[in-house]
């Protein structure tokens, strides 16, 4: 009896699970933060930023990443109500031929979860899409020329995207 009560709690909350009970969250491969998180929880998780850079969005703090290429950098972006708005992974690299292996591979994966989207470029130099999702966008965007070779793949908060047509 104790199997079935403990096999029935499961299922029911796998259904909750499931059946979006809650607000979705974006699911971020680079980063252990969601937008729930304020400049506290960064601070406590990574420490003190290498970095503060303002942007059009409000203040970025970077850390260092590994997340698949060495000397990367994740970037939190804060907006003017200290609320977290934007998470950044960014790549450079003098290896153009990498940059667009990279971005394939990222855009390859981000497809297959959310499928094809109608914002995409695919200009030799410049190589960018953007998924619109409930949870936030979704950008991926790559800049290949004899001046900078980067990778920026960013997850926008929900009330700091632009939503689907």
């Not at 299922?11 to 491969?29: M, N, R, T, Y």
Request: net charge negative; with cysteine; hydrophobic share 30%.
């Amino acid at each position: 009896m104790k199997n079935i009560k403990k096999y029935l709690a499961l299922i029911s909350v796998s259904a909750l699970l499931l059946s979006g009970c809650g607000a979705e969250k974006a699911d971020i491969p680079f980063s252990d933060m969601t937008f729930d998180n304020n400049y506290e929880d960064v601070i406590g998780a990574h420490g003190e930023p290498e970095d503060e850079e303002k942007s059009y969005l409000g203040t970025s703090y970077c850390y260092p990443s590994d997340y698949m290429r060495e000397d990367s950098e994740i970037r939190y972006t804060f907006d003017e109500d200290d609320k977290l708005a934007g998470i950044t992974w960014l790549y450079e690299t003098e290896d153009g031929e990498d940059i667009v292996s990279c971005y394939n591979e990222l855009h390859a994966a981000l497809t297959e979860k959310y499928g094809e989207t109608e914002a995409a470029t695919k200009d030799e130099t410049q190589l960018s899409d953007i998924w619109r999702l409930p949870t936030g966008n979704i950008t991926l965007a790559a800049v290949v020329s004899s001046d900078y070779n980067g990778i920026m793949y960013t997850y926008l908060s929900p009330s700091h995207s632009t939503p689907e047509k």
